[in-house]
């Protein structure tokens, strides 16, 4: 960090406690878990938000995806040439803030040019919410707790996707779809300045030895070093490959489980205490009850798996942080096959947790290598270019594929179209193995701390 940084004088990470360093990351998985619950919310909501606005398949998707993705890949590498630079706290504050006021608009949209337009916003608030992460937690954890301190981190990808999911189909149940936008968005309005004055702004490659550069890196100077990397380009390529079926699937699941399942879904929560169920409960209730606890225990499960097994393996085989996640998603295949042609509910509850846990395996493995090939002044940027890569292609185009995928089956299998698509993805999984095994062998000579 430079001297005219704004959090210059602040305590830095080598001298804080590691129950602080705790607390820390403790508020940037709450504030990650907003970010999916925010990004995810109309997987869940797409249901009642087609049949109020008449939208298809493909409008939904372009509205959940795409419309999402523009702005927040596009501004993903200026914001993370700022925080290479400006103190990263402060614009994950704001970051935070403009992405829950966006979320709330949605709330008010009347058609769907509008509610594309405020995802468009939230898209453009998140776009600072993640690069800054990841460099902070590099500049809190040493190199040997890297990939766990990621792993942690990254759990709020289930658990923010859980329960956006979980959120949106109760608060639509109970109240409806408009509510349900409109709360969540204020929620992550009140942790903003929580984030902002808890949290101090550690030193930049403070961890990392004697040799570590921290005077900010022009933006061509990040991507020359990118372009000498070839494992940098794999592994982006490979896990955006991933990212494509994985963001399609916390789109489409939801629905494809009231279309697929609609008949059932009540039978298989008849446990339920009547308190969690409004006087006639629809399907899509349900259904967020069954995916999210998918995510919740699968997600979390491996998240948490692929960053351990990082951390006792990568450093001593830099291979690992590639081939652990090529194994995992190729093993997800099978059980997506059984999982999603089998009709029976609670069959395919207990096949699809291990893919949904196999599918993150990838998170801190991957993110962790990313904190690895560059410097440390580089590293919000770096990161900032895989999420562009991650996310233009992973949610650009994910939910889209699947979801114009099922409209053209819809005339072949009408209903069940959907069922279909989403088998037809797993070939994503498949691509993006054969990337990381490919990566591989490369990773040991791109290494750089």
Same mark, same amino acid.
């Given at each position: 960090?430079?001297?005219?940084?704004?959090?210059?004088?602040?305590?830095?990470?080598?001298? %804080?406690?590691? &129950?602080?360093?705790?607390?820390?990351?403790?508020?940037?998985?709450?504030?990650?878990?907003?970010?999916?619950?925010?990004?995810?919310?109309? *997987?869940?909501?797409?249901?009642?938000?087609?049949?109020?606005?008449?939208?298809?398949?493909?409008?939904?998707?372009?509205?959940?995806?795409?419309?999402?993705?523009?702005?927040?890949?596009?501004?993903?590498?200026?914001?993370?040439?700022?925080?290479?630079?400006?103190?990263?706290? $402060?614009?994950?504050?704001?970051? /935070?803030?403009?992405?829950?006021?966006? +979320?709330?608009?949605?709330?008010?949209?009347?058609?769907?040019?509008?509610?594309?337009?405020? &995802?468009?916003?939230?898209?453009?608030?998140?776009?600072?919410?993640?690069?800054?992460?990841?460099?902070?937690?590099?500049?809190?954890?040493?190199?040997?707790?890297?990939?766990?301190?990621?792993?942690?981190?990254?759990?709020?990808?289930?658990?923010?996707?859980? /329960?956006? #999911?979980?959120?949106?189909?109760?608060?639509?149940?109970?109240?409806?779809?408009?509510?349900?936008?409109?709360?969540? *968005?204020?929620? *992550?309005?009140?942790?903003?300045?929580?984030?902002?004055? +808890?949290?101090?702004?550690?030193?930049? =490659?403070?961890?990392?030895?004697?040799?570590?550069?921290? %005077?900010?890196?022009?933006?061509?100077?990040?991507?020359?070093?990118?372009?000498?990397?070839?494992?940098?380009?794999?592994?982006?390529?490979?896990?955006?490959?991933?990212?494509?079926?994985?963001?399609?699937?916390?789109?489409?699941?939801?629905?494809?489980?009231? &279309?697929?399942? *609609?008949?059932?879904?009540?039978?298989?929560?008849?446990?339920?205490?009547?308190?969690?169920?409004?006087?006639?409960?629809?399907?899509?209730?349900?259904?967020?009850?069954?995916?999210?606890?998918?995510?919740?225990?699968?997600?979390?499960?491996?998240?948490?798996? =692929?960053?351990? #097994?990082?951390?006792?393996?990568?450093?001593?085989?830099?291979?690992?942080?590639?081939?652990?996640?090529?194994?995992?998603?190729?093993?997800?295949?099978?059980?997506?096959?059984?999982?999603?042609?089998?009709?029976?509910?609670?069959?395919?509850?207990?096949?699809?947790?291990?893919?949904?846990?196999?599918?993150?395996? $990838? /998170?801190?493995?991957?993110?962790?290598?990313?904190?690895?090939?560059?410097?440390?002044?580089?590293?919000?940027?770096?990161?900032?270019?895989?999420?562009?890569?991650?996310?233009?292609?992973?949610?650009?185009?994910?939910?889209?594929?699947?979801?114009?995928?099922?409209?053209?089956?819809?005339?072949?299998? =009408?209903?069940?179209?959907? &069922?279909?698509?989403? /088998?037809?993805?797993?070939?994503?999984?498949?691509?993006?193995?054969?990337?990381?095994?490919?990566?591989?062998?490369?990773?040991?000579?791109? $290494?750089?701390?």
């Amino acid at each position: 960090m430079t001297a005219s940084s704004p959090d210059a004088t602040a305590p830095t990470a080598p001298g %804080s406690t590691s &129950r602080y360093r705790a607390y820390v990351l403790f508020i940037l998985v709450l504030v990650y878990t907003f970010n999916f619950i925010d990004r995810q919310i109309v *997987g869940i909501l797409a249901v009642p938000i087609k049949a109020e606005l008449s939208l298809s398949d493909t409008q939904l998707s372009l509205m959940g995806g795409l419309a999402f993705a523009l702005f927040y890949t596009m501004l993903g590498i200026p914001i993370a040439w700022l925080a290479d630079r400006k103190s990263r706290v $402060w614009i994950m504050t704001v970051a /935070l803030s403009v992405w829950s006021a966006m +979320t709330a608009l949605c709330g008010l949209a009347q058609n769907f040019a509008q509610l594309f337009a405020a &995802r468009l916003g939230v898209g453009i608030g998140e776009a600072g919410g993640v690069a800054p992460a990841y460099s902070l937690i590099a500049d809190y954890f040493p190199p040997n707790q890297r990939a766990r301190a990621l792993s942690v981190y990254s759990f709020g990808i289930p658990i923010g996707s859980a /329960l956006g #999911i979980l959120l949106g189909g109760v608060l639509t149940s109970f109240l409806d779809w408009r509510s349900a936008f409109i709360l969540v *968005g204020l929620a *992550g309005l009140l942790l903003a300045p929580v984030l902002r004055l +808890t949290v101090r702004e550690p030193q930049r =490659g403070g961890l990392d030895g004697a040799a570590a550069k921290v %005077s900010p890196a022009p933006v061509m100077e990040v991507v020359r070093a990118l372009l000498s990397k070839p494992s940098f380009w794999g592994l982006s390529l490979g896990a955006a490959s991933s990212s494509m079926m994985g963001y399609g699937l916390i789109f489409w699941l939801p629905s494809f489980f009231v &279309r697929s399942f *609609g008949a059932d879904l009540p039978q298989f929560f008849s446990w339920l205490p009547p308190f969690l169920l409004p006087e006639n409960p629809k399907p899509v209730l349900y259904a967020a009850y069954f995916y999210a606890g998918l995510l919740l225990i699968g997600g979390t499960a491996g998240v948490w798996l =692929g960053g351990a #097994i990082a951390d006792t393996y990568g450093p001593n085989r830099k291979s690992a942080y590639a081939i652990v996640p090529a194994i995992a998603f190729l093993a997800t295949i099978p059980f997506y096959l059984v999982g999603v042609l089998t009709n029976s509910l609670g069959l395919a509850f207990i096949v699809l947790l291990a893919p949904t846990a196999l599918s993150l395996v $990838w /998170l801190g493995p991957v993110i962790t290598a990313f904190q690895h090939l560059v410097q440390p002044n580089m590293r919000a940027t770096a990161s900032a270019i895989f999420l562009f890569i991650n996310n233009l292609i992973g949610i650009g185009l994910g939910n889209l594929a699947i979801g114009a995928l099922s409209d053209g089956l819809k005339m072949r299998v =009408g209903e069940e179209s959907l &069922r279909y698509a989403i /088998l037809s993805g797993t070939v994503f999984y498949v691509i993006a193995a054969t990337l990381f095994i490919v990566t591989a062998p490369r990773l040991k000579n791109d $290494w750089e701390n």
